[in-house]
């Protein structure tokens, strides 16, 4: 039989081990947005900055943004259920970045039947269904600073109708804040590359963002989408999950 230092090593272990395979799993979409934020740099300074971008420019970021949409190209130390996270992606412009298109986003959407399809909104301020994307989480998060954002999850009603996470990172370019990099994946996929280690843990166990909202988890008292508040309790641990805005929550003991 087991003794209870044995219990609650196995249970460190297997929360340890957890947390390596949510980290993996953030990581790799983080690792595609930061070859789209490089590429996009490249992008918005034409010629050497001699002259403004323009729209057209951003049309070369498509290849790679194509290729992560089908978990193509990444590095091969990236698992399949890491690289098969991502079902959109894309950069999205700061409002006056480009000299022909004061609000502009390059997104990118898989499609079970064929190509990948780009996402249309209306652009136009002056239009009563102006898209205005810098009031988003994903938006405003590396706006004001933040390195890396989680947003979500989310109903994406706008693209997908699915439940949903946005990871995102800033693009900065000669100094300045010149949009975001950023992509979409499932909940569905995301709880399914991390809930086999998450059901190791002996009892309840789950992870929530920044705003302490639940992302996966190995029980029915804590579904996806739930608020999680400590609040100095003791029932829980909390493990943040390296330097991502993520951390693991199980029973303490």
């Known amino acids: ?30 690792e595609a947005l930061r070859e789209v934020r490089d590429a996009a740099v490249a992008c918005v300074r034409p010629a050497g900055g001699a002259r403004r971008p323009v729209a057209a420019d951003l049309a070369a970021l498509r290849p790679l943004l194509w290729a992560r949409l089908r978990g193509g190209a990444l590095p091969a130390h990236l698992p399949a259920h890491v ?4 079902a959109g992606i894309g950069f999205i412009a700061a409002p006056g970045l480009l ?34 994307y810098t009031h988003w989480d994903w938006y405003a998060g590396p706006s004001s600073g933040a390195e890396r954002t989680v947003c979500g999850p989310y109903v994406d009603y706008l693209c997908t109708d699915e439940y949903s996470l946005t990871l995102s990172v800033p693009v900065v370019a000669g100094g300045s804040f010149a949009g975001v990099a950023a992509a979409d994946v499932f909940v569905r ?18 992870l929530v ?16 989408g739930s608020v999680y508040r400590d609040g100095g309790s003791a029932a829980f641990s909390v493990r943040p999950v390296g330097d991502l805005p993520l951390s693991l929550v199980t029973a303490a003991g």
């Open 99 to 132: 000299a022909d298109a004061p609000w502009y986003l390059e997104w990118w959407q898989e499609n079970p039947s064929g190509a990948p399809v780009r996402l249309l909104r209306n652009m136009d301020p002056a239009s009563s269904a102006f898209y205005d």
């Open 209 to 224: 963002n920044a705003e302490g909202r639940v992302v996966a988890s190995n029980t029915a008292s804590w579904v996806a």
């Open 83 to 86: 690289t098969a996270l991502i």
């Open 1 to 30: 039989m087991s003794t209870p230092v044995s219990l609650a090593q196995a249970g460190h272990d297997h929360a340890a081990a957890a947390v390596a395979r949510v980290r993996e799993a953030a990581e790799g979409v983080f």
């Open 189 to 206: 996929r995301f709880e399914g590359a991390v809930l086999p280690a998450l059901r190791e843990i002996p009892g309840p166990a789950f």
